[in-house]
Every structure is written in C-alpha cells, then in structure tokens.
C-alpha cells in the first residue's frame, strides 16, 4: 500500500520509482512506436508447471485467509482528476493522428506561413506528444491501483474538428487546460514523492502547450505566470468534448485528509527556497536584458543556427525573447517582493559572465538556462511549505518550461525530450549556475 504522511519511505520511493519508471518505459514505447514499427505484439507463451500435488481422501483443502480491503490513499481523487484528463487528451491524438495523414497535417492552412523544416517536424512531434499522453495515463492509472484506489476509465468523445488546423486548435485548447489543471491541483497533493513526478508532468503539459501555441501562431508563452484553474473551471471546458457522464464525486477531496507533507524531511525555510530561485531568475534576466541590448533583432534574425528556418520564424524570434526577458524581469519583482514579505532579504543580482559571442550562441546558453530553470523549480516544489508560495512557484515553473520549449525549438531540438521533466538539487543547479557568476 502507498504511504500517507504516516507511512514508510521504502515504500514512498518505491512507488515514485515505479511512477516514474512506468512513465519512462510507456514514453519509450510511445516513441519507438513512432519510428517506423507496425504497432503489432506479438504473444509470448509462458511454459505452464507441470507439477501436482496429491491429496488423500481425508486431507480437506486449506482456505487462504481474506485479506482485509485498504482503503485509497487521500491523493486517489487528485490522481483520478489528473487521468481525467489525461485520458481526453490521449484518445484526441491518438485518433487525431490515425484521421490525417502526414501529408495533411503538413499542408495544414494554419502552416502555409511557416517553411519545410518546421511543417516535416509537426507530424513526428505531435506523435511524440501523443506518446508522453499514453505514458501519463499508463502511469496514473498503476499508480491509482498500487493506492488502492480504481482508476477512472476512458469515456467517450467528440473534439468537433474537421480538418487539420482545426485539429492543432483543440490540440492548443487542451493542452493549456492541461497546464491550468495541474496548477490548480499540485497544492493539493498530500504525498511529496507524487508531488515531484505530477511538476514533472505539468512542466510537460506546458512544453506541449507552448508547440501547439506556436503552430496556431500565438505567442509560446502569453504571461509570466501561468493561471492555475479549479476542478470545476477545467471540467467545465472539457465537458465541451466529452459525451460520456463524467461524476466529479470522483474528484471530491475528504475534509479529513492529512495535510501536505511538502518540507516533512527538509528545513529549508520558503525564504532560502525564494532566494535560490531569485538567484536563478536574477541569471536569467541579466541574460536576456544584456544579450538583447547587445544584438540588434536583424542580428538575431539572421542566426546561422535559424537558417533552416523561414522568414515568418524569424521574423519573431526577437519579440519572443524580448517576451521572455520581461517575464523574468517579473519573476525577479515578484521573489523579491515576496522574500520581503516573509521578513528575508532578498539576495542580489551578481555578475555574470556567459561565454556567447555570436546571435547562434547566446540561444544555445538561453535554452541551457531555462531547462536548468524547470529542472530547479521542480527540484524545489517539494521544499516549499506555504500554500501561497507554492502557487506562485508551481505557475512560474510551467513557464519556465514554455520558454525551454521554445529555446529546443529554435536550436533545432525536441521542444519535450522526454514524457516526464526531471527535477535537479540545488546543489546540481548552482554548480551550473556558478560556471556564469563572477566574482
């Protein structure tokens, strides 16, 4: 049975390893599925024992003693939620991408501005998106079992798309439900090792949502903070595709459950979290503010490692960053803001060096600084004790994650390299963060 706060850490970590391993062997499945196989398995005979036991006339069958039920684990409804959603959004690639060819989906209007290179890699790319959901519903539903709890099955669904650019649409509308979902849901969590593999999932989520932003044409990253939406707001948009009953009874948390258990084996107060992540948001924003001062956008427009790209990309590519820049330069407002708050002082902007020369080099840094960036906030999320803290941090992490998206993007990599982020310590993050503060 998985532990609530009163339970043991064997079996904690345990379960977050099989939580995790789950989701990394079905993500590889999804994946390998992608490159070319027939999808066919093939049956595996096991040899059946042969052995017997003789039993004489008199010697009566021994009955097996019945084990008495478990009840669930407090953060079943919160997982069960989570399926919900991760079931609508699995049957809607899966089907979505047995509907159109490749051919369709990369003549698809909502593409007609952008060149070649980008319109070959949507149909491999939205197959991996596909994959990571199969392996998150693969994952929460063992992971429900092995908390004694029943897992919500697939339902039934209409998405109301016809054609391909309708298709990326509802794509882009779920995946940004899917961000706000597990915002809203993550202070819920009671048990820290799941709280750790759901940020990894959200930051996901919100790597997908910042891809399909970007093939409709909307900006990867339209605020500083993500929002954080409410089991009833989110069900209520995804009841626009779902046409099977939906009981959100299945959701409902009980008023007696333990509380998070977020800080039980950790002292770190939320101030010294709040200024580890400043130190991290102060990197990031002198980056961005020395680098765009420093390239002209023509400079930036004609990196070589854009060249593949066509003129509607980079033509963009500087107000993206110019975006990114001021959402950092908001993160810092408000870590410093919050760290007075709470009676800390806030730590303060070092100097940097960052090593770059050229326009094809300072994004190279920018998309090794902001995936450090998810992999810190999810290193952290587990550390942060009060409610309102961990809010802010869980919303800021999901955008962390849309600009690592986009920087993968523009470097030529995968936007999500794998179906769950993974999380760094503080100190493997500031051994990293070191190689750019001067002294």
């Keep these: 049975m998985f532990p609530t706060n009163s339970g043991g850490d064997d079996d904690s970590q345990r379960t977050r390893r099989g939580f995790i391993g789950a989701v990394a062997a079905a993500s590889a499945v999804g994946l390998a599925g992608c490159s070319g196989g027939d999808g066919t398995e093939t049956a595996t005979d096991e040899p059946m024992s042969t052995m017997t ?12 003693p019945t084990a008495t039920p478990q009840p669930a684990a407090p953060d079943v409804p919160t997982l ?13 690639y899966r089907d979505g991408l047995e509907t159109f060819s490749d051919d369709e989906l990369m003549n698809a209007d909502a593409l007609s501005s952008f060149n070649e290179t980008i319109r070959m890699q949507v149909p491999e790319y939205l197959r991996t998106v596909g994959a990571h959901e199969q392996a998150h519903v693969d994952s929460l539903t063992a992971t429900i079992e092995d908390l004694n709890g029943e897992p919500i099955p697939e339902g039934e669904y209409e998405f109301g798309y016809e054609t391909p650019s309708e298709f990326f649409e509802v794509g882009m509308a ?17 048990n ?5 593999v759901a940020a990894g999932i959200h930051s996901v989520e919100a790597r ?10 909307r900006a990867p990253f339209p605020s500083a903070v993500d929002e954080a939406k409410s089991v009833d707001e989110v069900l209520e948009i995804a009841g626009q595709f779902v046409t099977s009953e939906v009981d959100p009874g299945a959701y409902e948390l009980d008023e ?18 709040l200024n580890y992540a400043l130190t991290l948001e102060h990197l990031e924003n002198a980056f961005y503010r020395d680098g765009l001062a420093g390239f002209t956008d023509e400079e930036l427009m004609n990196a070589d490692v854009l060249s ?28 410093t803001d919050t760290v007075e708050q709470l009676g800390g002082t806030p ?3 070092a100097n940097y060096d960052f090593g770059y020369e050229t326009p094809s080099e300072f994004l190279g840094v920018a998309k090794a600084l902001e995936n450090t960036g998810v992999a810190a906030y999810k290193g952290a999320a587990g550390t942060v004790s009060a409610d309102a803290v961990f809010e802010a941090a869980i919303s800021i992490h999901s955008v962390e994650a849309r600009h690592a998206s986009f920087l993968n993007e523009l470097n030529v990599e995968s936007p999500f390299p794998a179906g769950v982020d993974e999380p760094k310590t503080m100190a493997e993050v500031q051994e990293i963060a070191g190689q750019f503060i001067v002294e």
Excluded: I, W
């Design 347 to 349: 730590v303060e902007e």
């Design 53 to 64: 036991e003789t039993m004489t006339p008199t010697e009566e069958p021994t009955e097996e």
């Design 80 to 92: 069960n939620y989570a399926l919900t959603l991760e079931h609508l959004e699995n049957v809607f």
């Design 308 to 335: 593949d790209y066509g003129t509607t990309v980079q033509e963009k590519v500087p107000g993206h960053l110019a975006m990114v820049g001021e959402h950092e330069a908001a993160h810092v407002s408000a870590l």
């Design 208 to 217: 997908h949502a910042a891809f399909l932003n970007l093939v409709n044409d």
């Design 174 to 190: 779920l995946e940004n439900t899917g961000v706000a979902a597990y915002a809203g849901a993550a202070p819920t969590v009671v």
């Design 192 to 196: 820290n090792d799941l709280l750790t």
């Design 256 to 273: 007696e459950r333990p509380t998070h258990d977020r800080k039980a084996e950790n002292d770190t107060s939320d101030v010294d979290v």
